[in-house]
């Protein structure tokens, strides 16, 4: 990719994904000022390491952008001590799992959810961000969290038992 095109291709691939990258450093970080530093950072990792992006070959820029965010969350989460530890005992999944939708539309209340989906370990958290708020597949979600789709749709659905579990709590 020439240098000269690289300023407009980064803008018309990656800029216009701003909103998903904000939302998901948002959940992630559970602050507004913390995500957009994190996004800041991102956006400037994602410029700098852009020439290894081709959108020609299929390249998704979003899911890219995302990873990226993702990663640099996971970073200042660590940095900051908020990465919790996946435990499998506090971790199960239920047999039959309740979408988080079908909590909130059985419950109708969104400041519940939300204090629900901020409650969840960062993993599950953004995992139920990327599918439920930003609607990424699970080969994108996969590849912006670098797990197997296995992985994902076990994240995913164990996020929503927890999701639920919250949710029911509040009621």
């Avoid at 216009?16 to 994190?38: G, I, K, M």
């Avoid at 800041?40 to 990792?45: G, K, W």
Wanted: aromatic share 8%; hydrophobic share 45%.
């Amino acid at each position: 990719m020439g240098e000269v095109n690289k300023p407009a291709l980064f803008e018309r691939t990656i800029v216009p994904h701003l909103d998903a990258a904000y939302n998901l450093a948002r959940w992630l970080t559970r602050s507004e000022q913390d995500a957009e530093d994190v996004v800041q950072e991102a956006y400037l990792r994602a410029f700098r390491f852009f020439d290894g992006f081709d959108p020609a070959a299929g390249g998704d820029g979003k899911a890219w952008l995302l990873a990226i965010v993702r990663n640099t969350c996971m970073t200042w989460l660590r940095g900051k001590g908020g990465v919790v530890e996946f435990n499998e005992q506090v971790h199960r999944v239920a047999d039959a799992v309740p979408s988080a939708e079908d909590a909130l539309v059985k419950h109708g209340d969104i400041a519940s959810l939300r204090d629900c989906v901020e409650a969840l370990p960062a993993e599950y958290r953004a995992i139920i961000v990327m599918r439920e708020m930003e609607e990424l597949s699970y080969r994108e979600i996969s590849e912006v969290a670098g797990v197997p789709i296995g992985t994902v749709m076990s994240r995913l659905s164990r996020g929503r038992v927890r999701l639920l579990e919250c949710m029911e709590k509040k009621r």
